[in-house]
């Protein structure tokens, strides 16, 4: 049974550019969050995701930055325009949801470098 | 807002003794609390977990302990093996929310031999 996916696992881009970030959950599960941990920082949560739905994107900026979660395919982390700031490891985590919905199992992460 | 800390950013253990690590919260309404290990360029794990109904939690060699009246909980690790040397997150979140984790800065813990 196949972990969380993320991928590319790291990613450069320049100053203005867009960076998008997958993550395949894990087998049978349906709820995704996406959280950001910036250099010796711990992670923080951006959003909370089901199938179709954005349920919780109290974490997220409120520009630049975008995520959906398709009726098919992986779940996408969109930034657009980014900036050094948004250099960071970008963590997916996915959790079958129900009364087991905090059981959250994590990706490798996405690396992001912002030149 | 940190309303998780863990004001210890590193420990240093001997092998075999034991390793305690500790964790802060401010929020009152935190009623289940997870620590998570790392290791350099990996996801986290999860490790063990505690409701607030409880104040201890054991699983092999790894023991969460939870003082809700000081809002303080520490997860104790004997014995301590070198492969236990990682980061460890502390995390908490509230039944019946959406179930976002909130987590505490880390501790990296060195284990040596």
């Known amino acids: 049974n196949a972990g969380v996916m993320q991928n590319p696992r790291h990613l450069v881009r320049r100053r203005g550019q867009e960076a998008r970030l997958r993550c395949s959950p894990m087998k049978g599960h349906s709820h995704v969050y996406w959280y950001r941990q910036l250099p010796e920082e711990g992670l923080k949560f951006m959003v909370y995701?089901?199938?179709?739905?954005?349920?919780?994107e109290s974490g997220m900026p409120k520009e630049r930055f975008s995520a959906e979660f398709p009726k098919e395919g992986p779940s996408i982390l969109r930034i657009q325009q980014v900036v050094r700031g948004d250099s960071a490891a970008y963590f997916c985590?996915?959790?079958?949801?129900?009364?087991?919905?905090?059981?959250?199992?994590f990706g490798p992460g996405t690396r992001l470098t912002v030149t | 807002d940190q309303q998780v800390k863990q004001n210890s950013p590193s420990l240093s253990v001997q092998e075999g003794r034991i390793s305690i690590l500790n964790c802060d919260y401010t929020?009152?309404?935190?009623?289940?609390f997870l620590w998570y290990k790392k290791y350099p360029a990996e996801g986290p794990t999860f490790l063990i977990s505690?409701?607030?109904?409880?104040d201890k939690n054991e699983d092999g060699r790894f023991t969460v302990f939870l003082n809700k009246s000081a809002k303080h909980l520490s997860l104790h690790i004997v014995p301590s093996q070198p492969g236990d040397s990682a980061v460890y997150f502390c995390?908490?979140?509230?039944?019946?929310?959406?179930?976002?984790?909130?987590f505490g800065q880390g501790t990296t813990l060195q284990v040596k031999p």
């Open positions: 929020n009152s309404m935190f009623d289940y």
């Open positions: 985590a996915s959790s079958a949801g129900g009364g087991s919905y905090y059981e959250q199992y």
């Open positions: 505690i409701s607030s109904i409880k």
């Open positions: 995701l089901q199938k179709e739905n954005i349920i919780d």
């Open positions: 995390a908490a979140t509230t039944s019946g929310n959406t179930g976002k984790l909130i």
